[in-house]
């Protein structure tokens, strides 16, 4: 078996009865000189299989009457050097792998420079028939411009022409000339001795070539946010939502016309928007929102809030000023009344007891589920995101103690909050006797499978919903809410003796410590697992009842 130690994993296996007296021994521990999970399982496989054949040899060499008994000292001689020959052949075998491995990825480093140099021959040859046409095209352009505008000149000049010989011919037939006193048509013949009047008329100018337009704001913000692959998930997700409440109100306009006039309509919208504006099943234009909630009384979003999304548009203008799209940044120095609304505060005892009696109401997510997830956050602290992506395989055995293990799910594409969230949390002894190991399946990805992900990826966000309404139905108070478990799990334990120490509450509920010295992060990185178990068993709900339902 796997057994880890400090970083390390150690490879432990007992050593048969009959053969305890040759190796003077009752089990091997060997170092696998790894604090990778998957390495140390590759190397215990092969150990385990050489020990195995190091048992039997063994057995062979004592029980053969054929050859001559050996003594302990050469059995307990033999074992070492197959247990040093295995490590020496490992050690050769992931030599080689490597070796493979970097030359593949050379062959392909080189195969890929190969393309990129063809592709860029390409552009090269294609870039002058590609500029030629667009020259071609640019000046055919301009000559049918000169051809339209030479007509138009010459059809103005003829009528203006035309005009003045007939305010002639009518001038000379008021003086008694014998000349026609109507407008000659075209063609008419002037005698040589009347006088013609020649206006000039000036050729049109020259139009100048056409600015080019400036980006959209959803250009802009797939350019330098979206496309970013330094930026991380929530920051792409939290932009997009401050794109699109402001591409909704004013449209995707260019970017060079958002002025400081824009940005404070944009401000007056968001302060008069009802705090659930998105969450409600219909949704009302922004517009329509403002003016409902207005005429309602409804409450509307928080100074945080309306902070928040005027910040990520800030920081996008601040690319776009460095990179001279625009000239200034009309999203920087408002101010903003940052006051907390509503409080959040611990759930009571009766508060509790209130929500146990209640049955839970979802179409999908059932009430096994609904009671199991309650039961963690009570028992844990953590945050509903993390109890929603937890794992089956998140639940491990570590120094004896069964634990949730909260770390980053590449696969999911899901991390804890911050790097202070990526934490061990030992499970409650009453989180056990209630059944929380029944929801660990073979086959089975997450630990709580019926909960679906939202159209933007977020697991648990119809349980949240489902929650709050719940909660409203039982008229709870505003400021209890379901992050109020981890204010209600922190207060119990602060309120404890003084064997618990801040610095391990701080740990199992994933919050930094207070004090950031080198010795602080070390310590905290590595309290023991005991304590921490310690800490957890220190939470107690005398008034709760809720149970989770069996299968």
């Known amino acids: 078996m796997l057994r880890l130690v400090g970083s390390q994993y150690y490879f432990r296996r007992a050593v048969p009865v009959d053969l305890r007296s040759w190796l003077k021994r009752s089990e091997i521990s060997l170092s696998l000189k790894t604090s990778h999970k998957l390495i140390a399982r590759q190397k215990a496989a092969l150990l385990y299989a050489e020990t195995g054949r190091c048992f039997e040899e063994i057995r062979r060499m004592t029980t053969d009457v054929k050859t001559t008994l050996p003594s302990a000292e050469e059995i307990i001689l033999f074992y070492e050097q197959l247990l040093k020959d295995y490590i020496n052949y490992y050690e050769l075998e992931m030599g080689l792998l490597r070796a493979t491995q970097e030359r593949d990825m050379q062959i392909q480093i080189i195969k890929s420079l190969s393309l990129i140099k063809k592709v860029e021959n390409f552009i090269e040859n294609v870039n002058p028939y590609v500029e030629w046409q667009a020259n071609f095209l640019k000046d055919t352009l301009e000559r049918i411009k000169l051809i339209q505008a030479k007509s138009t000149c010459r059809e103005t000049s003829f009528r203006e022409e035309i005009a003045n010989l007939s305010k002639i011919l009518v001038a000379m037939g008021t003086a008694g000339r014998n000349f026609p006193a109507f407008p000659l048509e075209t063609g008419t013949e002037?005698?040589?001795?009347?006088?013609?009047?020649?206006?000039?008329?000036?050729?049109?100018?020259?139009?100048?070539?056409?600015?080019?337009?400036?980006?959209?704001?959803?250009?802009?913000?797939?350019?330098?946010?979206?496309?970013?692959?330094?930026?991380?998930?929530?920051?792409?997700?939290?932009?997009?939502?401050?794109?699109?409440?402001?591409?909704?109100?004013?449209?995707?306009?260019?970017v060079d016309q958002v002025t400081g006039k824009t940005a404070g309509d944009f401000y007056d919208l968001l302060i008069g928007l009802p705090s659930n504006h998105g969450k409600e099943k219909r949704r009302l234009p922004i517009r329509d929102a403002v003016q409902d909630?207005?005429?309602?009384?409804?409450?509307t979003l928080s100074g945080k809030t309306a902070k928040n999304h005027f910040s990520r548009l800030s920081a996008l203008w601040s690319i776009l000023v460095q990179r001279e799209i625009v000239t200034r940044n009309p999203w920087m120095q408002w101010s903003f009344d940052t006051t907390k609304k509503t409080e959040r505060r611990s759930w009571t005892d009766d508060e509790l007891s209130l929500l146990t009696e209640t049955q839970w109401e979802h179409r999908t997510i059932s009430q096994r589920t609904y009671a199991g997830i309650v039961m963690v956050a009570l028992y844990t602290g953590m945050r509903l995101g993390e109890i929603c992506n937890l794992r089956c395989q998140d639940i491990e055995n570590i120094q004896e103690v069964k634990c949730f293990r909260i770390s980053p799910h590449v696969e999911d594409n899901w991390s804890?909050?911050?790097?202070?969230?990526?934490?061990?949390?030992?499970?409650?002894?009453?989180?056990?006797?209630?059944?929380?190991?029944?929801?660990?399946?073979?086959?089975?990805?997450?630990?709580?499978?019926?909960?679906?992900?939202?159209?933007?990826?977020?697991?648990?966000?119809?349980?949240?919903?489902?929650?709050?309404?719940?909660?409203?139905?039982?008229?709870?108070?505003?400021?209890?809410?379901f992050h109020g478990f981890r204010h209600t799990v922190s207060t119990k334990l602060r309120n404890q003796n003084a064997d618990i120490r801040e610095l391990w509450?701080?740990?199992?509920?994933?919050?930094?410590?207070?004090?950031?010295?080198?010795?602080?992060?070390?310590?905290?990185?590595?309290i023991d697992v005991k304590n921490l178990s310690m800490v957890i068993e220190a939470l107690d709900y005398p008034s709760l009842k809720m149970k989770i339902p069996e299968k």
């Open 190 to 254: 002037v005698p040589d001795n009347a006088q013609t009047v020649t206006t000039l008329t000036s050729s049109p100018k020259k139009r100048g070539k056409k600015a080019s337009q400036t980006e959209l704001i959803s250009e802009v913000a797939q350019r330098f946010v979206f496309a970013d692959s330094r930026k991380s998930a929530d920051t792409i997700k939290s932009t997009q939502t401050t794109v699109t409440l402001f591409i909704e109100a004013f449209g995707d306009i260019p």
């Open 505 to 526: 509450i701080d740990r199992l509920l994933g919050h930094e410590a207070s004090h950031r010295s080198q010795g602080t992060m070390n310590y905290t990185s590595s």
């Open 293 to 299: 909630a207005k005429e309602r009384g409804l409450s």
């Open 416 to 481: 804890p909050k911050s790097v202070a969230g990526i934490r061990i949390i030992p499970i409650h002894s009453q989180l056990i006797s209630l059944g929380i190991m029944s929801f660990v399946q073979p086959n089975q990805h997450f630990l709580f499978p019926d909960l679906s992900p939202s159209r933007e990826g977020v697991r648990g966000a119809a349980f949240g919903q489902t929650f709050s309404r719940l909660k409203d139905k039982l008229g709870l108070p505003p400021e209890v809410a």
